[in-house]
């Protein structure tokens, strides 16, 4: 089950797009039942979802405000000493999300 967590659980890792989902934060919201936090960095404003499924690791679900409308990012911690883990943990994921990825990142310790 996807539980929604506060954003400080991203806290400590980098967290890097893994995939990208043809929903947008609004779409996501009702599908799922969680919230987008608004917020700033140094690229733009962004709305920014912090969640867990089961025991899995953190990651987020992400829209910059540049990005192309109807897409949001799927972020995961970057861990190149453990990218098979990753990626297992990226299709439990999106298995749970029952949304497709019309881009994933390809297993490689390199950003």
Do not use: C, K
Not at 82 to 103: C, G, R, V
Request: hydrophobic share 40%.
């Amino acid at each position: 089950m996807i539980r929604q967590h506060p954003a400080s659980i991203l806290a400590g890792a980098e967290y890097v797009p893994y995939a990208v989902l043809q929903r947008s934060p609004a779409e996501l919201s009702a599908q799922l039942d969680i919230n987008f936090e608004a917020s700033i960095d140094d690229l733009d404003h962004y709305e920014i979802a912090a969640l867990r499924l089961d025991d899995g690791p953190p990651f987020a679900l992400m829209r910059y405000r540049g990005h192309p409308p109807g897409e949001t990012r799927l972020l995961l911690a970057h861990d190149p000493d453990n990218i098979d883990q990753t990626h297992e943990a990226l299709d439990e994921i999106l298995t749970a999300l029952t949304l497709p990825a019309t881009w994933r990142r390809e297993p490689s310790p390199l950003l």
